[in-house]
T-cell receptor
Framework: DVKVTQSSRYLVKRTGEKVFLECVQD?????MFWYRQDPGLGLRLIYF???????EKGDIPEGYSVSREKKERFSLILESASTNQTSMYLC???????????FGAGTRLSVL | DAKTTQPTSMDCAEGRAANLPCNHS???????VYWYRQIHSQGPQYIIH???NNETNEMASLIITEDRKSSTLILPHATLRDTAVYYC????????????FGAGTTVTVRA
């Protein structure tokens, strides 16, 4: 089974802090994604990466950056956390094209 | 992009089949229908997908009407662990792989 592991299930940070969310997949998948999920707004794509050191902006990249130094790891960085970044963050991966994406358990981030 | 319409919620008795409908009347000929579910406080989980033929895997069956304007996800023997929000989506074929969920159907399986 594909396993996508997110480093934390719950995280509480202060406004202005730099926050790192880590995601690791064990199936040699090319594509990795970061989404956030908010009530009433559904799933929104922040960034995705189709190869090592490659990244593409999604729909809501402002306030976020990403890093993919190794194929299995995709990191989401909140440069200066703000309260409106309180959300559930979901990492996903997929081998090639298509919509069969494998998700991690999610990180619920609270920014106070 | 083809839009999908699902009922807001439905209940199902444990051990019975759960039939989840989805309307996608504007679907194009080469667009696939995908189903995901999300159990509370977990990440979404892929269930099944299809184009025009009925599909079955270890989790569920997918029945797509001949005109492809609607589909039904069938959980053959629902268990309490199947309680989740179920999302029906259509692959827009834009190759950006961006998933976009609507509100989905909240399925509650009752003992």
């Amino acid at each position: 089974d594909v396993k996508v592991t997110q480093s934390s299930r719950y995280l509480v940070k202060r406004t202005g802090e730099k926050v790192f969310l880590e995601c690791v997949q064990d199936m040699d998948h090319e594509n990795m994604f970061w989404y956030r999920q908010d009530p009433g707004l559904g799933l929104r794509l922040i960034y995705f990466s189709y190869d090592v050191k490659m990244k593409e902006k999604g729909d809501i990249p402002e306030g976020y950056s990403v890093s993919r130094e190794k194929k299995e790891r995709f990191s989401l960085i909140l440069e200066s956390a703000s309260t409106n970044q309180t959300s559930m963050y979901l990492c996903a991966s997929t081998l090639g094209g298509g919509y069969i994406q494998y998700f991690g358990a999610g990180t619920r981030l609270s920014v106070l | 992009d083809a839009k999908t319409t699902q009922p807001t919620s439905m209940d199902c008795a444990e051990g019975r089949a759960a039939n989840l409908p989805c309307n996608h009347s504007t679907i194009s000929g080469n667009e696939y229908v995908y189903w995901y579910r999300q159990i509370h406080s977990q990440g979404p989980q892929y269930i099944i997908h299809g184009l025009k033929n009925n599909e079955t895997n270890e989790m569920a069956s997918l029945i797509i009407t001949e005109d492809r304007k609607s589909s039904t996800l069938i959980l053959p023997h629902a268990t309490l662990r199947d309680t989740a929000v179920y999302y029906c989506i259509v692959d827009p074929g834009s190759n950006d792989y961006k998933l976009s969920f609507g509100a989905g159907t909240t399925v509650t399986v009752r003992a």
